[in-house]
């Protein structure tokens, strides 16, 4: 079986550089130029944040024993890898548009019998969800360090990119079959718990997200959640709302 390379694949590095692209239009004067800006750093660096949220899981998994995941692809970065063009990229990417709720978009099929014991189980759910707090808290430093007190549409941009990694930490984190939350609990329960997981994997979610869209009192308890959060790590909730109003200009 052919052993597949390792490096960043050139479409990762492509969307690295359409993400940067999109920063470097943020600060032009032109307003076309800068909400076009804003949207294409948003989804470039949302889609870079599925390739390291999926990465994360696999390369957890690869020093836990599951080879398969380097013969598979997944540790290329490239989004081919880990996702189905509808479900887990197009579908996403709609519901960022119209919700802003970032749904989990991609996938890494782990050999679970090839790891060595529950604990590398559960880190590997984890390893998701812990990479997009990483990257939610980075662009949050960032902004602070480089563009401190700066209301630009850079800023701003950076900003709703890091509340959107917050959030994602936060849905992924929920012990609810079918997210990694409950992938972390898992091992440890009982085969009739783990049962119960299986079969509502399916729907789970769904209702989740129905829940978060539908039910005021859901949706409120949940971005009140993300807000503290962000708050806790230090972003500026006027400044990620103004990258989210940019971001949806049709509004």
């Not at 692809?73 to 709720?101: C, M, N």
């Not at 849905?171 to 049962?195: H, M, R, T």
């Amino acid at each position: 079986m052919r052993r597949q390379d390792t490096r960043p694949s050139p479409l990762f590095l492509a969307l690295l550089a359409v993400t940067i692209g999109g920063g470097v239009l943020t600060v032009l004067e032109s307003e076309f130029a800068y909400t076009a800006g804003v949207v294409i750093l948003v989804l470039g660096g949302w889609a870079v944040s599925l390739c390291l949220h999926e990465f994360g899981h696999a390369i957890v998994a690869y020093r836990g024993g599951d080879r398969e995941v380097r013969w598979k692809g997944y540790l290329t970065l490239d989004i081919r890898r880990y996702s189905d063009p509808l479900l887990s990229i197009v579908l996403p990417l709609i519901f960022l548009l119209i919700g802003g709720i970032p749904l989990p978009g991609g996938a890494v099929y782990i050999n679970h019998h090839a790891l060595r014991n529950k604990r590398v189980e559960s880190w590997v759910s984890l390893a998701g969800p812990l990479t997009n707090l990483v990257l939610g808290i980075l662009l949050t430093l960032s902004v602070q360090l480089f563009m401190p007190g700066e209301v630009t549409p850079l800023s701003a941009a950076l900003s709703f990119l890091a509340l959107l990694q917050l959030m994602a930490f936060v849905l992924n984190i929920l012990p609810v079959p079918g997210l990694d939350g409950w992938g972390a609990i898992e091992p440890f329960l009982s085969y009739k718990a783990q049962v119960f997981g299986q079969k509502a994997r399916p729907w789970a979610p769904l209702i989740l997200f129905a829940a978060l869209i539908g039910l005021p009192g859901v949706g409120t308890a949940f971005f009140d959640l993300v807000g503290s959060l962000f708050d806790a790590v230090g972003g500026w909730s006027a400044l990620a709302w103004e990258g989210y109003r940019t971001f949806r200009f049709w509004y």
